[in-house]
């Protein structure tokens, strides 16, 4: 039984910073392309970071370049995503997700992942 497990989320002030932690069970951690995603109130979810199967290669959206850094530790199967420099905007639930065949070009794309965790929420507010 396949299971992602998210912590790590609270409520910060504007430039603070957070760590998220994604628990993987189940499956072979190392083979799989790992992301986060968020998703707002109203909106739709959308790509956050990640890597691909390999591992080799990391994706940021343009809207968290230079503020989040996404990590894996395959040892222990966890995928890490540090949030610094934290804005309103980036209030919403994180999830963590995983597949083990999707293609580089669909990284960004949610319905190509097979594995989602339950998310956690992150609110950035004075």
């Known amino acids: 039984q396949v299971q992602l497990v998210e912590s790590g989320g609270g409520l910060v002030q504007p430039g603070d910073s957070l760590r998220l932690s994604c628990a993987a069970s189940?499956?072979?951690?190392?083979?799989?392309?790992m992301a986060w995603f968020r998703q707002a109130p109203g909106k739709e979810r959308e790509y956050v970071a990640g890597?691909?199967?390999?591992?080799?290669?990391?994706y940021y959206a343009d809207s968290v370049k230079g503020r989040f850094t996404v990590s894996r530790d395959n040892a222990k199967n966890t995928l890490f995503l540090q949030m610094n420099s934290l804005k309103p905007e980036d209030t919403a639930v994180y999830y963590c997700?995983?597949?083990?065949?999707?293609?580089?070009?669909?990284?960004?794309?949610?319905?190509?992942?097979?594995?989602w965790g339950q998310g956690t929420q992150v609110t950035v507010s004075s």
């Open positions: 997700a995983g597949d083990q065949r999707i293609i580089t070009r669909s990284l960004r794309m949610p319905t190509q992942y097979d594995y």
């Open positions: 189940g499956i072979t951690f190392s083979r799989y392309a």
């Open positions: 890597f691909s199967r390999s591992g080799g290669y990391t």
